[in-house]
C-alpha cells in the first residue's frame, strides 16, 4: 500500500490569485492607472510569494538578539537583527511604499494606491510593516510641524526609495502606567541649554527599536500634569559613533507573536531630544502620526486575514477526504464562503478608508469627508482587527491539525493577527474614541449622512432588500445612541463598544452591497451579493436566513 502524505498548500501569486481584490481594483481605478497598477501588484505578488517570503521566514527563523555587553565589558545594548530583517527594511524602501504617500504620484489616490502594496508586502514581511507604520505616522508629524534643516532632511530619509538612505522609525508612547492614558507620561524633557532638551524616563513597550529615530511624548519641566502638559519630541537614537544615546536597554520582550520584531522596554538617561512643533499640544500633534498607525493596523489585518484564505482556499482543493476533495464538501464551501464575505467587508472597509485619507492629505476633502475620517478610522482599526482574529481563526481550523503545527508556519498567522486588537489603542480605548469624535466633532452626522448617501444609490431590487437590513441596524444602533445620551449620558459608556460594532457592520456591509450592484451590472454576478447576505445574518451563518444563495454562487464564493 501507498503511503499516503496530506499535500501543503501553495500561496503562489497572491494578488493573481485574489481575484475578489483584482475586481475592487478595476472598480475604483481611474482608468488610465489600471495596467500600470496591475502590472505593479502583479510583480509584487510574486516578490511576495518569492524573496519576501524567504527572508521573512529567514527573520522568524533568526529572532532579534539583545547583546548587553562587549567582550570587554563596556555597556553596548546592541539589538542584533537577522539578514533577513534588513532585506524586508529595503525592499520596503524599493517598493516606494512610504515614499508613495509623499510624492503623491497618483494626487488624492496616492495612500489608496499605498494601502494595495501594503495588503501584499504586510502577510510576507515578518511584520516590518509595524515599522513602516510608525515610520509613516512620522513623517506625516514631520510634513505637519516640523522646522528647520535638521529635521528637513529626517524627513528626507523617512521618506526616501533608496535603500542606504532609508530610516525608519520607533514610536515610544507605553510607559509603567499603561499605553492608552497618556496624560500618565512620567518622561521628563529638560532644556540642554542649547536650544534643545533631555530627556528622562522609562518606556515599557518599544516597537522597532533598531530603528534611526523614534518619536515620543514628554513632559517639559514644569508644565502641568495630565495629557496637556505633553509636548511631542522626536528622538535620534545614535550618536555620531553610532552607539545608543544615553539609553539603556533593559530587555527584549518575549511576545506571543510578532517574533522577528525587536520590541524593548528601554530607560532615557538625558537622551537629547528634538521639540516638535513648539511646546505643548503633544497629545494633538501625535493624534496624526496615530490616524496613520491606525490605517496600517488594519491594513495588515486585511492583509493577514487575505492570505490565511488564499491558502485554506489552496488546501482545500489539494486535501481528500469521505473521497473528494474538501473543497467539494457543501459545509466547508459555506464556510470559506462566510470567511470570504468576513474578509471582503473588511477590505471594501479599509479601502474606502485610505481613500478618505489621501483626500485628506492632499486638501481634496469637504468638512463631512474629513469628519467621516475621523470617526471611520478608529471604527475600520477596531474592526478589521476583532474580525481579522476570528477569520484567521477559522482558517487555521480548516487544516486540521496541520494547522496547529508550528513548522507548518500556520500558527504565525493567528499569533501575529492577536497583536491587532491591541497596538494603537484597544477595542475598548477606540470605542472611547469613537465617542469622544462624536462630541467633540460631530462625526456621527458625517456617518449618517454618508450611510444615507450610499443607501440612496441601491437601486437594484435584490441589493435594495439586502441595504434595508444593513439601514435597519444602522439606525437602532444610532437611536440606542441618541437615547442614551439624551437619558442618561454616563450609561452609554457601557453600551459603546455594541453600538460601535453595530455601525461598523452595518457600513462596511453597505459597501458591500455597493460592490455587489456593481458587480451584477458588470457581468450579472450573485456573488457578491452572496457575500453581502453571509455579513447581514446575524447568526453568521448567511444561509439559514438566505436559503436562496444557488449551490453554484456558493461555489464561487468559496473560490474567489
Not at 501507498?2 to 485574489?18: H, I
Not at 553596548?76 to 527594511?89: A, F, P
Not at 517574533?259 to 521639540?275: N, Q, S, V, W
Not at 469637504?366 to 482574529?389: H, Q, S, W
Amino acid at each position: 500500500m501507498d503511503p499516503f502524505f496530506q499535500e501543503a498548500p501553495t500561496l503562489g501569486n497572491p494578488f493573481e490569485r485574489d481575484t475578489h481584490l483584482q475586481a475592487v481594483i478595476k472598480r475604483f481605478c481611474p482608468p488610465n492607472d489600471h495596467a500600470a497598477l496591475q502590472a505593479t501588484l502583479s510583480d509584487l505578488g510574486s516578490r511576495a510569494a518569492g524573496d519576501l517570503a524567504a527572508a521573512a521566514a529567514s527573520a522568524e527563523r533568526n529572532p532579534p538578539r539583545h547583546i548587553p555587553f562587549d567582550p570587554w565589558g563596556r555597556r553596548i545594548d546592541h539589538i542584533e537583527t537577522d539578514t533577513g530583517w534588513r532585506r524586508l527594511q529595503d525592499a520596503a524602501a524599493e517598493l516606494g511604499i512610504i515614499a508613495d504617500a509623499y510624492e503623491r504620484p497618483h494626487g488624492a489616490w496616492s495612500r489608496w494606491h499605498q494601502a494595495l502594496k501594503l495588503l501584499l508586502y504586510h502577510p510576507s514581511s515578518a511584520v516590518f510593516s509595524c515599522p513602516l507604520a510608525m515610520t509613516d505616522g512620522a513623517a506625516r508629524a514631520l510634513e505637519l510641524y516640523g522646522a528647520g534643516d535638521d529635521q528637513h532632511a529626517v524627513f528626507k530619509h523617512l521618506t526616501s526609495r533608496e535603500p542606504a538612505h532609508f530610516w525608519t522609525s520607533g514610536q515610544w508612547m507605553t510607559e509603567r502606567t499603561g499605553g492608552s492614558d497618556v496624560g500618565g507620561t512620567q518622561t521628563v524633557a529638560r532644556p540642554d541649554g542649547h536650544g534643545g532638551y533631555l530627556l528622562q524616563g522609562t518606556k515599557w513597550f518599544t516597537s522597532a527599536t533598531t530603528s534611526e529615530i523614534a518619536m515620543t511624548l514628554a513632559r517639559i519641566e514644569g508644565d502641568p500634569a495630565g495629557s496637556k502638559g505633553l509636548s511631542l519630541f522626536m528622538v535620534k537614537l545614535r550618536d555620531a559613533k553610532g552607539a545608543l544615546n544615553h539609553i539603556t536597554v533593559h530587555r527584549l520582550k518575549d511576545k506571543l507573536g510578532t517574533k522577528a520584531l525587536p520590541t524593548a522596554e528601554l530607560t532615557l538617561e538625558g537622551t537629547p531630544a528634538t521639540l516638535i512643533g513648539g511646546a505643548g499640544g503633544g497629545v494633538r500633534k501625535i493624534a496624526s502620526l496615530f490616524n496613520i498607525t491606525r490605517i496600517y493596523n488594519a491594513l495588515c489585518a486585511v492583509g493577514g486575514m487575505r492570505r490565511a484564505l488564499l491558502l485554506a482556499k489552496d488546501y482545500a482543493e489539494k486535501r481528500t477526504a469521505f473521497g473528494k476533495p474538501i473543497m467539494e464538501h457543501p459545509l466547508h464551501q459555506t464556510t470559506l464562503a462566510r470567511l470570504d464575505a468576513e474578509a471582503s467587508a473588511c477590505l471594501l472597509l479599509v479601502l474606502h478608508t485610505a481613500r478618505l485619507l489621501g483626500k485628506v492629505e492632499c486638501g481634496d476633502a469637504d468638512d463631512g469627508e474629513t469628519k467621516l475620517l475621523r470617526i471611520l478610522t478608529p471604527i475600520v482599526k477596531l474592526y478589521t482587527a476583532k474580525v481579522g482574529i476570528a477569520v484567521t481563526s477559522e482558517a487555521l481550523e480548516c487544516f486540521g491539525g496541520a494547522g496547529y503545527v508550528e513548522d507548518t508556519d500556520l500558527p504565525r498567522l493567528l499569533r501575529d493577527a492577536q497583536v491587532l486588537s491591541i497596538w494603537e489603542g484597544t477595542t475598548n480605548v477606540l470605542c472611547l474614541d469613537v465617542w469622544r469624535s462624536i462630541e467633540r466633532e460631530h462625526s456621527l452626522q458625517a456617518l449618517e449622512t454618508e450611510f444615507s448617501t450610499r443607501y440612496q444609490a441601491i437601486q437594484d431590487p435584490a441589493c435594495r432588500e439586502l441595504a434595508d437590513l444593513f439601514k435597519t441596524r444602522f439606525m437602532e444602533a444610532t437611536a440606542f445612541y441618541r437615547e442614551g445620551i439624551a437619558q442618561n449620558p454616563r450609561q452609554i459608556e457601557a453600551a459603546m463598544r455594541e453600538i460601535v460594532l453595530d455601525w461598523s457592520r452595518a457600513y462596511a456591509g453597505l459597501l458591500q452591497v455597493e460592490h455587489a450592484q456593481w458587480e451584477h451590472a458588470q457581468d450579472g454576478g450573485e456573488v457578491g451579493l452572496a457575500a453581502a447576505k453571509f455579513t447581514a445574518s446575524p447568526s453568521g451563518s448567511g444561509l439559514r436566513n438566505h436559503p436562496n444563495i444557488a449551490p453554484e454562487t456558493l461555489r464561487q464564493l468559496a473560490r474567489r
